[in-house]
Nanobody, 122 residues
Framework: QVSLEEFGGGLGQAGGSLSVACAAS????????MGWFRQAPGKEREFVSA????????IYADSVKGRFTISRDNAKKTVYLQMNSLKPEDTAVYFC???????????????WGQGIQVTVSS
């Protein structure tokens, strides 16, 4: 069974921290790289971060570099996104995705979660 489910998120304050997690099926975690994307109201979906299936390589959007950290626990089949120094512009629905290559291109990701809301107040 192929599935992705996001957890966490919610409401945070500017300068604070939140985290989101994504639980995946065994099939996905064995063969795919994992990414996080977000979509704010009225805007297109944008890349946030991605991590190689080995956990060794990670990439970040410039807008979150130095503030967000992606990680994965292969034993728990879960990928995490720790978000620090939050800004109101981080407010969006966050999606996890699985794909065959480490890339910022959303079209390359084959499986998507339903998304979870993250709201940052000023």
């Amino acid at each position: 069974q192929v599935s992705l489910e996001e957890f966490g998120g919610g409401l945070g304050q500017a300068g604070g921290s939140l985290s989101v997690a994504c639980a995946a099926s065994v099939y996905i975690f064995r063969w795919y790289d994992m990414g996080w994307f977000r979509q704010a109201p009225g805007k297109e979906r944008e890349f946030v971060s991605a991590i190689h299936r080995s956990g060794d390589n990670k990439i970040y959007a410039d807008s979150v570099k130095g503030r967000f950290t992606i990680s994965r626990d292969n034993a728990k089949k879960t990928v995490y996104l720790q978000m620090n120094s939050l800004k109101p512009e981080d407010t969006a629905v966050y999606f996890c995705a699985a794909g065959p290559e480490l890339t910022i291109e959303s079209d390359s990701y084959r499986y998507w979660g339903q998304g979870i809301q993250v709201t940052v107040s000023s």
